[in-house]
């Protein structure tokens, strides 16, 4: 299932995010985009909408929610991080990791 959000009108910002099921977690929310108009950045925007994503991910059923942060990009790290959204365990203190290659259909 996808689903999104909203900041506005006018339109200020959007999230995108997706649910799937997983055999251990059950449902797992994937912020697949997070977007906030260039002259609105750095006024708490992107933050209220990652929050009410979260909100709205635990509403619909999900019991973890993911998002997908580019190693050199410690903005964002540091953006997610502040949200107890972190790429290290915080049990194990392990480096989380995603393999991927593309898959050609016949
Ligand atoms: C990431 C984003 C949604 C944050 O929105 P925002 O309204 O500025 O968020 P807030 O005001 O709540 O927080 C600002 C923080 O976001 C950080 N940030 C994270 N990613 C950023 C990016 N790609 N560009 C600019 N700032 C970013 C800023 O550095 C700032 O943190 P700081 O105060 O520690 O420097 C916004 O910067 C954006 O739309 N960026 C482009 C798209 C993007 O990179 N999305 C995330 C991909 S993982």
Request: charge should be negative; aromatic fraction near 6%.
């Amino acid at each position: 299932m996808t689903f999104g959000i909203v900041a506005g009108p006018p339109t200020k910002g959007l999230g995108l995010l997706t649910l799937r099921t997983n055999v251990w977690s059950g449902t797992i929310a994937l912020l697949d985009e997070l977007y906030v108009e260039p002259t609105r950045r750095s006024a708490g925007l992107g933050s209220d909408l990652l929050e009410l994503a979260l909100e709205e991910a635990g509403r619909r059923g999900a019991t973890e929610f993911e998002v997908e942060v580019d190693e050199p990009d410690t903005d964002a790290q540091r953006f997610y991080a502040r949200h107890s959204l972190s790429v290290i365990d915080p049990e194990s203190g392990d480096h989380a990791f995603i393999a991927r290659r593309q898959i050609t259909n016949p």
